[in-house]
């Protein structure tokens, strides 16, 4: 108990000064409480216990003992992991809509988000893909919505929501969308 709060202390102590948590020597990387040589030691460390419970055919995650099946994880945990990505990538998605202009086509309205995509006006979506794939970039999907947010949600005027619907529409015909049209 008094080992612990001591702990504490000495954690906030370093936390207030702007130093690593860890080593209390460093000044902490951005945003984070270690600094940089003590977070790449940690990962580090977590990559050799990592590996480690992979070649033992263990289940990787925290803490896990069971017996990892067709992933690297036990089953109870592929699917908490499964749920945690779904959930991960609808957000971002979402996020990303509300960025440029709504989670809702931009032409017809239709806010169900499965149906929903970034669409670059102009057209020029796949030569920008391939554009990103020679800077060994994900061109398409979650990882794309995670690069511009990365980037702060550029290009405001470069992208927008479309539904599957109106965006084939406009790419197979080359013209405005029939709901466009008068
Ligand atoms: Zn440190
Ligand atoms: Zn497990
Ligand atoms: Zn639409
Ligand atoms: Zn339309």
New binding site residues.
């Given amino acids: 108990m008094e080992k612990q709060s001591r702990h504490k202390r000495r954690y906030w102590k370093r936390k207030n000064a702007g130093l690593?948590t860890?080593?209390g020597?460093?000044p902490s990387h951005e945003g984070k409480s270690?600094?940089q040589?003590?977070l790449s030691k940690g990962a580090e460390c977590r990559r050799k216990a990592k590996d480690k419970k992979i070649k033992n055919g263990i289940c990787v995650h925290n803490g896990c003992n069971e017996p990892s099946t067709k992933t690297q994880r036990c089953d109870r945990h592929q699917e908490e992991q499964n749920l945690r990505s779904f959930k991960r990538n609808l957000a971002i998605k979402k996020e990303t809509f509300e960025a440029y202009g709504g989670a809702k086509c931009s032409c017809c309205g239709d806010d169900e988000i499965w149906v929903l995509c970034l669409d670059h006006i102009g057209g020029d979506g796949s030569s920008h893909r391939q554009q990103l794939r020679s800077i060994g970039k994900d061109a398409g999907g979650h990882g794309f919505y995670r690069m511009l947010k990365s980037q702060g949600f550029p290009d405001k005027d470069r992208y927008r929501v479309l539904c599957c619907n109106c965006n084939l529409y406009i790419h197979l015909r080359g013209e405005p969308c029939y709901h466009q049209q008068s």
């Fill in positions: 690593c860890s080593c020597v460093n270690w600094c040589g003590c």
